[in-house]
């Protein structure tokens, strides 16, 4: 336990804060020599520092002393004291973005008040001392009314799971405080650190522009009132000011830890003096914390929140440009903007572009300049993108000592030996520099934001551009992301010295020197060090192209342009029917302004029963070895800690998976299958406590084994399952058709899994009841949940209540793999008899979720000269992962032909056994990654005959009345009408003759074009119900049916068709959660065809109820809807109706769509933009077009991470996923969409066989997001083909920006002037 200081006394001489020692204080008075300048004072001492504070959360002020921990986050306070739920968490990692708020304070730079929003998950709740905190129930509400920025969202059809949605809201109204009048390119550019998994941002971002003064008139909202926009204090009645309670020095006594906030760097040198013993951390921003969890403020003895320091808040415009240490991003790129109006600033432009792409805006907002390069420091190959630009202009650390007081000023790259205890930087100096000197920097990374960089560079290039651009005296050239030691590139820079650039000898000698002189790390955690090498040289000479200009051939000239990506837009086009409205009505979801406004409860925001308690996981962290024995002592001595659970206190069976092939064991008992696997449950007084603990039970392991992580090292080993296989499929003979067509045609594609990645993680409450047990899960499959708890707890299902409300998104997620979570709450409930939450932290959830499989796929294909397939063989290689329950190996046999005709077939489906978490059903998860094999087999073929790979696709594309290759008749195909109409809307020839030309111009920019159709087959098999009452008192109605609302909007559609069908007014009808009751042994919610079958239910319900009407009706035509009911129900006719909608495999038919998406590549960086997607998807008769175009573009880009950003990475040694935070897994961003989004709705298609005439949606659009690959794919080809490299290759998923550059094949040869 730390000492607690006494108050610090100042010398008024030279400002040295004291501590007294006894003798020196009596009453009060302090008389002694200064510690530091000798001078004799006498003071009354200052008054004793706060041991407690003030802020504001929405009107309301709180006071807090030390009853939280000194790590409690502001999210933590919102959501444990309850005043948010709509402030959601995730990542915990200031990576998603679901827990923005508004906070409001004083900036010392202007010393006014700003609104900024922040990440309250990283934000520690003891800086927040006088701020003004607004979140999402702070701007308005159903009762007093909701805030424009809430409507928009809702109108604009902007939620689906509604996770994302406050946080959206909340990123908007802090924009809007700073910039009341923006662009749109301005309001996209802010939308770079909140995540949707389900929207594809495209209705998002449309809802924010319409607050954009240059927004079309289409988006602009109406009436939008600035002054609504602002909040007013309740207190003054004014706009806030952000100093709510004041602010003040500040000493708070933790049980392990003491908080200081200092108010004069004097105090803050004391203190650093003081505590030379501890484990000493100073605050700014915290976020650090983010990127390194051992600098989490629970592991400091002494925190000191260096925020109120003025001398580290300063800064200048002047001979320099200082950056005092305080200086948040944000203000420093405002900074740096304002300098380069000052010619010998001008380059500060270039380095507040380059700082703007840290992080993203909330980090920004919060992170400190000094915070950043204090990671550089902390770890050497921290990928700082401040550290690269300050080290490449030349800038000054000025950093002072405290013990002495002493400032010193140091080079970026000397500050990295210097040794940081009791140092403080005080502020950052930027240099003048002259017109001669050239400045670039570069930040290469996997999406278009908010993330690290693979590699980020900085170049200073003195030059004299009138003598063949001399380098005139040493440049620099600075590099992150290399390896621990490297940070610039010595030998070359010392190389250029007095050297022409402009000679081609000169940038021949360079880049070997350089080559020679790179040689980066490799960590199976980061790009390959191939790649990170290529980049520092490409990047160099993109620098050269710059600097020697018109030297260089216009050709390649380009190659030293970045792309730009301009503002995106989209276009949206669907029929609809107003006679039946509200049916086929584009309205948006019923509940999305209560998911933007926070009111919408899921699991995690019901509110705590007495003594509830918390649960997590305890997971292996090896993947492949025997349990010798678990010791959970270490975590059952902290306090807080209520019991540890694992296999053998399991009463019933330990399976979580019901009727399984191989069942799953609840929690592992011996045979450890997997890095992650739960071996036990620590159950806890708080979420907190729950988590920390999980990390102490120590597992002890025995027979460690090598891992299977890879896919091809599995097949190479054979590891496969043999049960519960689907068969090979044959179809004709396809070797003798291959062997005696005109081609062959062999090749192998691979292509990764992806996670889910929903922003409510995996979460289920259990609370004991008279009856049992009530269970409130987060899962698609209340009737398997049941009886998996059933089986776990050995107790009657009837005893077992299940009930979904909502999901915060699921795309197959919570299918089979939400048991575990469910049985292990149910379970600790059941034995300790006390309500208990068990929410998996997303670290857990990204290790013990299992995923969408990854594939490897060999063929052998024949095909006559014009392009006809004769024959396809094929061996189909899906990851299983541990257990084969979920296995998607058979995916092939059913949605592998696509949309395409071949007579003779032979599939081998193949699953492999590995050491990875069992994977799982993710969004078309049998058609993705067939459809995707199929698409690569066919460009194959084009490319091989030469031919447009449009052309030989819609040679071989089925005819209607064809049969498909699993025999079905495909009576209403419509593909080929598709294929003509998209060809025209999209002017597919005419671009593809503009890409063409654009390739021959452009050496190191390429363009690419593709087209990928999709056919998929939707089976009715699944068995709903759906019950419907009518309430005598009022006619007013409700619904509950057994599908789950997990964002597609299948509350919405219920609705609809049950007004439509009792003819009565939508918001007459009620949805009400599902649950075991009513709606018990009903299907999964999966595989699109809920929806419909839900709403066929609620149709059968609805024609029974007016059938008993009928009657009564005839006696009165002319009577209203109430005056019916009423009647109904004195003459005793039952107003209750449900309806079973029984399954069957002969309900099939086929959805299809087809989608071209264009790209442009930078061909040295690897960097690409989507330039345009548009899809043309067959509906049916959509019974919500705003929903189904919501649910197309959702799915798409959804699609578009799998095939391009998200890529999984396991340790080889270990078994464990490396990719386990939102700092490595990277799903798009609002800024990874194409640029140009153009959606239709094909008009006049009825389903002669759909429910409503309408055709499903969730899944079949995101099997045509592989167009972006094979788009990329292409331009690839186009980069090949300047060096003469014609010959195929696979381009593997996913295409991420490194894998996308190593393949175009750009060798130093190449790097030429002309
Ligand atoms: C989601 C996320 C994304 C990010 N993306 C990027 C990125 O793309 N590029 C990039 O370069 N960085 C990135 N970062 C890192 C980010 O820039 C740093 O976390 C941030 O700048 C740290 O500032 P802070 O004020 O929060 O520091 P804190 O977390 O408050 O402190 C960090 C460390 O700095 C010390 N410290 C703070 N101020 C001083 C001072 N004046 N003198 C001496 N020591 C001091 C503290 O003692 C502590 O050890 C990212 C971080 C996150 C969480
Ligand atoms: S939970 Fe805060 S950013 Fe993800
Ligand atoms: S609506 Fe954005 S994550 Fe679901």
Redesign the pocket.
């Given at each position: 336990m730390p000492v607690v200081s006494p108050p610090l006394i100042r010398c008024p001489h030279c400002k040295a804060g004291h501590v007294p020692s006894s003798g020196e204080l009596v009453e009060g008075v302090y008389a002694a020599n200064c510690q530091a300048c000798g001078h004799f004072f006498k003071t009354r001492a200052v008054p004793t520092p706060k041991s407690q504070f003030s802020f504001t959360v929405n009107g309301q002020t709180h006071t807090v002393g030390n009853q939280f921990s000194a790590g409690t986050t502001l999210n933590d306070f919102l959501r444990d004291t309850g005043i948010s739920h709509g402030t959601k968490v995730m990542c915990r990692?200031?990576?998603c973005g679901c827990c923005t708020v508004a906070a409001t304070l004083n900036d010392p730079v202007t010393n006014k008040p700003k609104t900024i929003n922040i990440n309250s998950c990283?934000c520690p709740l003891y800086i927040v001392e006088g701020w003004t905190i607004t979140t999402t129930e702070g701007l308005g509400n159903g009762r007093t009314g909701y805030h424009q920025i809430h409507q928009q969202l809702a109108a604009h059809n902007g939620t689906q799971c509604g996770y994302c949605s406050p946080g959206m809201v909340m990123a908007m109204y802090s924009f809007l405080q700073k910039n009341p009048s923006p662009t749109m390119a301005e309001v996209e550019d802010h939308f770079d650190g909140n995540l949707c998994r389900c929207t594809g941002y495209r209705s998002i971002l449309d809802a924010m522009k319409s607050f954009a003064k240059d927004a079309p008139h289409h988006l602009k909202a109406t009436g939008v009132d600035i002054e609504d926009l602002t909040r007013v204090c309740k207190r003054t009645g004014e706009p806030c000011r952000g100093q709510c309670g004041g602010t003040g020095p500040l000493q708070i006594v933790f049980a392990s830890s003491v908080w200081y906030k200092p108010t004069s760097l004097a105090d803050l040198y004391s203190l650093l003096n003081q505590h030379t013993r501890d484990r000493v951390?100073?605050?700014?921003?915290?976020?650090?914390?983010?990127?390194y969890s051992d600098?989490k403020l629970d592991n400091f003895d002494t925190l000191i929140d260096?925020r109120d320091v003025p001398e580290?808040n300063t800064h200048t415009i002047g001979t320099n440009v200082v950056l005092g240490?305080?200086i948040t991003?944000t203000t420093a790129i405002d900074l740096l903007r304002e300098a380069c109006n000052n010619t010998l600033f001008s380059y500060c432009s270039l380095l507040a572009d380059h700082m703007a792409?840290?992080?993203?805006t909330p980090?920004r907002n919060?992170?400190?300049?000094?915070?950043?390069l204090?990671?550089k420091h902390?770890s050497p190959d921290?990928?700082?993108?401040?550290?690269v630009v300050f080290a490449a202009v030349g800038a000054i650390a000025n950093i002072a000592s405290s013990v002495d007081g002493k400032v010193t000023q140091y080079s970026m790259l000397d500050f990295l030996d210097l040794n940081?205890a009791q140092?403080?930087?005080?502020s950052i100096e930027l240099p003048p520099l002259d017109a001669g000197v050239v400045v670039r920097c570069y930040k290469i990374m996997p999406v278009a934001v908010?993330?690290?960089?693979y590699v980020?560079a900085a170049f200073r290039f003195p030059v004299d551009r009138s003598n063949n651009c001399t380098i005139t005296a040493k440049p620099s050239i600075v590099y992150a992301g290399i390896s621990f030691t490297l940070n610039n590139a010595e030998k070359t820079e010392q190389y250029l010295v007095g050297k022409a650039l402009g000679d081609a000898q000169t940038l021949k000698g360079a880049l070997q020197t350089l080559q020679q002189e790179i040689k980066p790390d490799e960590d199976p955690l980061l790009s390959s060090a191939a790649y990170r090498k290529s980049l520092c040289l490409s990047l160099f000479y993109k620098t050269c192209l710059v600097v020697c200009g018109n030297v260089v051939g216009s050709r390649i000239r380009t190659g030293g342009d970045n792309l730009v990506r301009p503002v995106s837009s989209g276009k949206q086009d669907f029929p609809t029917k107003q006679d039946e409205w509200p049916l086929t009505k584009p309205i948006p979801k019923l509940t999305a302004i209560k998911q933007a406004a926070g009111e919408a409860v899921y699991v995690n925001d019901k509110p705590l029963r007495v003594g509830e308690l918390h649960a997590a996981f305890v997971t292996t962290i090896v993947g492949n070895a025997r349990i010798q024995r678990i010791d959970a002592s270490p975590a059952l001595a902290m306090s807080g800690v209520v019991k540890f659970l694992s296999a053998p206190d399991v009463p019933g069976t330990n399976n979580c998976f019901p009727g399984s092939a191989a069942g799953e064991e609840l929690f592992c008992s011996n045979q450890v299958l997997y890095a992650g696997q739960p071996v036990g449950l620590i159950v806890a007084e708080s979420q907190q406590i729950a988590d920390a603990a999980a990390k102490m039970v120590k597992v002890y392991y025995t027979d460690i084994q090598p891992p299977l992580v890879d896919i091809r090292e599995a097949i190479r080993q054979k590891s496969f399952f043999t049960q519960n296989m689907p068969k090979e499929m044959k179809i004709g003979d396809a070797a003798s058709a291959i062997s005696s067509a005109a081609h062959q045609i062999t090749g192998d594609i691979q292509f990764g899994g992806q996670s889910h990645f929903c922003l409510e993680t995996m979460i289920c409450r259990s609370e004991p009841t008279e009856v049992g047990i009530s269970v409130f899960p987060a899962t698609q499959w209340i009737d398997l949940t049941q009886k998996a708890v059933a089986m776990v707890l050995g107790i009657e299902q009837n005893k077992i209540q299940i009930e979904v409300s909502r999901l915060g998104g699921s795309y197959g997620a919570k299918l089979t793999r939400s048991f575990s979570t469910s049985c292990a709450s149910a379970l600790a409930a059941h034995l300790l008899q006390r309500p208990v939450k068990l929410m998996m932290n997303f670290n857990t959830q990204m290790e013990t979720t299992g995923k969408r499989p990854s594939y490897y796929a060999q063929y052998n294909v024949g095909v006559s000269d014009a392009g006809l397939l004769q024959g396809i063989k094929l061996t189909y290689y899906s990851e299983c992962g541990a257990l084969p329950n979920d296995q998607l190996a058979g995916g092939f046999s059913y949605f592998g032909d696509n949309v395409y005709n071949c007579p003779n077939w032979d599939i081998i489906p193949v699953g492999v056994k590995m050491n990875t978490p069992p994977t799982t059903y993710a969004r078309g998860p049998g058609a993705t990654p067939a459809i995707f094999v199929m698409e690569t087999i066919m460009e194959h073929v084009a490319e091989s005959l030469g031919k447009s790979a449009l052309e030989v696709k819609t040679l071989n594309m089925y005819q209607k009345g064809q049969k498909a290759f699993n025999n079905y008749t495909l009576s209403y195909c419509n593909i080929r009408e598709l294929a003509s109409s998209l060809s025209t809307s999209a002017q597919i020839a005419a671009r593809q003759a503009a890409v063409d030309v654009f390739n021959q111009n452009n050496r190191w920019k390429k363009k690419g074009l593709a087209v990928v159709p999709t056919k998929y087959i939707m089976v009715n098999d699944s068995s709903y119900n759906a019950l419907v009452n009518i309430y005598a008192g009022d006619g007013s109605v409700t619904v509950t049916h057994a599908g789950i609302e997990n964002g597609q909007g299948i509350n919405t559609k219920v609705a609809q068709v049950c007004a439509y069908e009792l003819g009565i007014p939508l918001d007459s009808v009620k949805v009400l959660p599902t649950n075991s009751s009513a709606n018990a042994n009903t299907a999964v919610t999966g595989g699109s065809t809920t929806s419909e079958q839900n709403c066929e239910a609620v149709i059968s319900a609805c024609m029974t109820l007016n059938a008993r009407m009928a009657p009564v009706k005839a006696t009165m035509p002319n009577a209203t809807w109430l005056e019916l009911v009423k009647a109904c129900y004195q003459k005793g006719v039952d107003l209750s109706a449900l309806a079973w909608v029984y399954g069957s495999s002969d309900r099939m038919y086929q959805c299809y769509g087809i989608t071209c998406t264009e790209v442009e590549l930078d061909v040295l960086t690897g960097e690409y933009l989507l330039l345009r997607s548009d899809i043309l998807y067959d509906c049916g008769e959509s019974m919500n077009p705003e929903i189904d175009i919501g649910q197309v573009e959702g799915a798409f880009v959804m699609g578009l991470g799998l095939w391009l950003t998200e890529k999984i990475k396991y340790d080889p040694v270990t078994g464990r996923n490396l990719t386990n935070t939102?700092?490595e897994y990277k799903p798009p961003s609002a800024k990874d969409i194409p640029v140009d989004f153009r959606v239709q709705l094909l008009k006049n298609a009825p389903n002669p066989v759909g429910v409503l005439r309408s055709k499903a949606v969730g899944e079949p659009p995101l099997c045509m997001s592989c167009s972006a690959l094979f788009a990329l794919k292409h331009a690839i080809s186009a980069s090949r083909k300047d060096v003469a490299q014609t010959d195929h290759f696979p381009l593997n998923g996913p295409a991420t920006v490194e894998n996308v550059q190593q393949q175009c094949m750009c060798g130093l040869d190449q790097f030429v002037y002309q």
């Amino acid at each position: 336990m730390p000492v607690v200081s006494p108050p610090l006394i100042r010398c008024p001489h030279c400002k040295a804060g004291h501590v007294p020692s006894s003798g020196e204080l009596v009453e009060g008075v302090y008389a002694a020599n200064c510690q530091a300048c000798g001078h004799f004072f006498k003071t009354r001492a200052v008054p004793t520092p706060k041991s407690q504070f003030s802020f504001t959360v929405n009107g309301q002020t709180h006071t807090v002393g030390n009853q939280f921990s000194a790590g409690t986050t502001l999210n933590d306070f919102l959501r444990d004291t309850g005043i948010s739920h709509g402030t959601k968490v995730m990542c915990r990692e200031a990576g998603c973005g679901c827990c923005t708020v508004a906070a409001t304070l004083n900036d010392p730079v202007t010393n006014k008040p700003k609104t900024i929003n922040i990440n309250s998950c990283l934000c520690p709740l003891y800086i927040v001392e006088g701020w003004t905190i607004t979140t999402t129930e702070g701007l308005g509400n159903g009762r007093t009314g909701y805030h424009q920025i809430h409507q928009q969202l809702a109108a604009h059809n902007g939620t689906q799971c509604g996770y994302c949605s406050p946080g959206m809201v909340m990123a908007m109204y802090s924009f809007l405080q700073k910039n009341p009048s923006p662009t749109m390119a301005e309001v996209e550019d802010h939308f770079d650190g909140n995540l949707c998994r389900c929207t594809g941002y495209r209705s998002i971002l449309d809802a924010m522009k319409s607050f954009a003064k240059d927004a079309p008139h289409h988006l602009k909202a109406t009436g939008v009132d600035i002054e609504d926009l602002t909040r007013v204090c309740k207190r003054t009645g004014e706009p806030c000011r952000g100093q709510c309670g004041g602010t003040g020095p500040l000493q708070i006594v933790f049980a392990s830890s003491v908080w200081y906030k200092p108010t004069s760097l004097a105090d803050l040198y004391s203190l650093l003096n003081q505590h030379t013993r501890d484990r000493v951390r100073m605050i700014f921003g915290n976020t650090a914390s983010g990127v390194y969890s051992d600098l989490k403020l629970d592991n400091f003895d002494t925190l000191i929140d260096i925020r109120d320091v003025p001398e580290l808040n300063t800064h200048t415009i002047g001979t320099n440009v200082v950056l005092g240490g305080n200086i948040t991003i944000t203000t420093a790129i405002d900074l740096l903007r304002e300098a380069c109006n000052n010619t010998l600033f001008s380059y500060c432009s270039l380095l507040a572009d380059h700082m703007a792409r840290v992080g993203n805006t909330p980090l920004r907002n919060a992170a400190s300049v000094a915070g950043n390069l204090v990671l550089k420091h902390y770890s050497p190959d921290f990928q700082s993108d401040i550290f690269v630009v300050f080290a490449a202009v030349g800038a000054i650390a000025n950093i002072a000592s405290s013990v002495d007081g002493k400032v010193t000023q140091y080079s970026m790259l000397d500050f990295l030996d210097l040794n940081l205890a009791q140092k403080v930087i005080l502020s950052i100096e930027l240099p003048p520099l002259d017109a001669g000197v050239v400045v670039r920097c570069y930040k290469i990374m996997p999406v278009a934001v908010n993330s690290h960089s693979y590699v980020s560079a900085a170049f200073r290039f003195p030059v004299d551009r009138s003598n063949n651009c001399t380098i005139t005296a040493k440049p620099s050239i600075v590099y992150a992301g290399i390896s621990f030691t490297l940070n610039n590139a010595e030998k070359t820079e010392q190389y250029l010295v007095g050297k022409a650039l402009g000679d081609a000898q000169t940038l021949k000698g360079a880049l070997q020197t350089l080559q020679q002189e790179i040689k980066p790390d490799e960590d199976p955690l980061l790009s390959s060090a191939a790649y990170r090498k290529s980049l520092c040289l490409s990047l160099f000479y993109k620098t050269c192209l710059v600097v020697c200009g018109n030297v260089v051939g216009s050709r390649i000239r380009t190659g030293g342009d970045n792309l730009v990506r301009p503002v995106s837009s989209g276009k949206q086009d669907f029929p609809t029917k107003q006679d039946e409205w509200p049916l086929t009505k584009p309205i948006p979801k019923l509940t999305a302004i209560k998911q933007a406004a926070g009111e919408a409860v899921y699991v995690n925001d019901k509110p705590l029963r007495v003594g509830e308690l918390h649960a997590a996981f305890v997971t292996t962290i090896v993947g492949n070895a025997r349990i010798q024995r678990i010791d959970a002592s270490p975590a059952l001595a902290m306090s807080g800690v209520v019991k540890f659970l694992s296999a053998p206190d399991v009463p019933g069976t330990n399976n979580c998976f019901p009727g399984s092939a191989a069942g799953e064991e609840l929690f592992c008992s011996n045979q450890v299958l997997y890095a992650g696997q739960p071996v036990g449950l620590i159950v806890a007084e708080s979420q907190q406590i729950a988590d920390a603990a999980a990390k102490m039970v120590k597992v002890y392991y025995t027979d460690i084994q090598p891992p299977l992580v890879d896919i091809r090292e599995a097949i190479r080993q054979k590891s496969f399952f043999t049960q519960n296989m689907p068969k090979e499929m044959k179809i004709g003979d396809a070797a003798s058709a291959i062997s005696s067509a005109a081609h062959q045609i062999t090749g192998d594609i691979q292509f990764g899994g992806q996670s889910h990645f929903c922003l409510e993680t995996m979460i289920c409450r259990s609370e004991p009841t008279e009856v049992g047990i009530s269970v409130f899960p987060a899962t698609q499959w209340i009737d398997l949940t049941q009886k998996a708890v059933a089986m776990v707890l050995g107790i009657e299902q009837n005893k077992i209540q299940i009930e979904v409300s909502r999901l915060g998104g699921s795309y197959g997620a919570k299918l089979t793999r939400s048991f575990s979570t469910s049985c292990a709450s149910a379970l600790a409930a059941h034995l300790l008899q006390r309500p208990v939450k068990l929410m998996m932290n997303f670290n857990t959830q990204m290790e013990t979720t299992g995923k969408r499989p990854s594939y490897y796929a060999q063929y052998n294909v024949g095909v006559s000269d014009a392009g006809l397939l004769q024959g396809i063989k094929l061996t189909y290689y899906s990851e299983c992962g541990a257990l084969p329950n979920d296995q998607l190996a058979g995916g092939f046999s059913y949605f592998g032909d696509n949309v395409y005709n071949c007579p003779n077939w032979d599939i081998i489906p193949v699953g492999v056994k590995m050491n990875t978490p069992p994977t799982t059903y993710a969004r078309g998860p049998g058609a993705t990654p067939a459809i995707f094999v199929m698409e690569t087999i066919m460009e194959h073929v084009a490319e091989s005959l030469g031919k447009s790979a449009l052309e030989v696709k819609t040679l071989n594309m089925y005819q209607k009345g064809q049969k498909a290759f699993n025999n079905y008749t495909l009576s209403y195909c419509n593909i080929r009408e598709l294929a003509s109409s998209l060809s025209t809307s999209a002017q597919i020839a005419a671009r593809q003759a503009a890409v063409d030309v654009f390739n021959q111009n452009n050496r190191w920019k390429k363009k690419g074009l593709a087209v990928v159709p999709t056919k998929y087959i939707m089976v009715n098999d699944s068995s709903y119900n759906a019950l419907v009452n009518i309430y005598a008192g009022d006619g007013s109605v409700t619904v509950t049916h057994a599908g789950i609302e997990n964002g597609q909007g299948i509350n919405t559609k219920v609705a609809q068709v049950c007004a439509y069908e009792l003819g009565i007014p939508l918001d007459s009808v009620k949805v009400l959660p599902t649950n075991s009751s009513a709606n018990a042994n009903t299907a999964v919610t999966g595989g699109s065809t809920t929806s419909e079958q839900n709403c066929e239910a609620v149709i059968s319900a609805c024609m029974t109820l007016n059938a008993r009407m009928a009657p009564v009706k005839a006696t009165m035509p002319n009577a209203t809807w109430l005056e019916l009911v009423k009647a109904c129900y004195q003459k005793g006719v039952d107003l209750s109706a449900l309806a079973w909608v029984y399954g069957s495999s002969d309900r099939m038919y086929q959805c299809y769509g087809i989608t071209c998406t264009e790209v442009e590549l930078d061909v040295l960086t690897g960097e690409y933009l989507l330039l345009r997607s548009d899809i043309l998807y067959d509906c049916g008769e959509s019974m919500n077009p705003e929903i189904d175009i919501g649910q197309v573009e959702g799915a798409f880009v959804m699609g578009l991470g799998l095939w391009l950003t998200e890529k999984i990475k396991y340790d080889p040694v270990t078994g464990r996923n490396l990719t386990n935070t939102a700092w490595e897994y990277k799903p798009p961003s609002a800024k990874d969409i194409p640029v140009d989004f153009r959606v239709q709705l094909l008009k006049n298609a009825p389903n002669p066989v759909g429910v409503l005439r309408s055709k499903a949606v969730g899944e079949p659009p995101l099997c045509m997001s592989c167009s972006a690959l094979f788009a990329l794919k292409h331009a690839i080809s186009a980069s090949r083909k300047d060096v003469a490299q014609t010959d195929h290759f696979p381009l593997n998923g996913p295409a991420t920006v490194e894998n996308v550059q190593q393949q175009c094949m750009c060798g130093l040869d190449q790097f030429v002037y002309q």
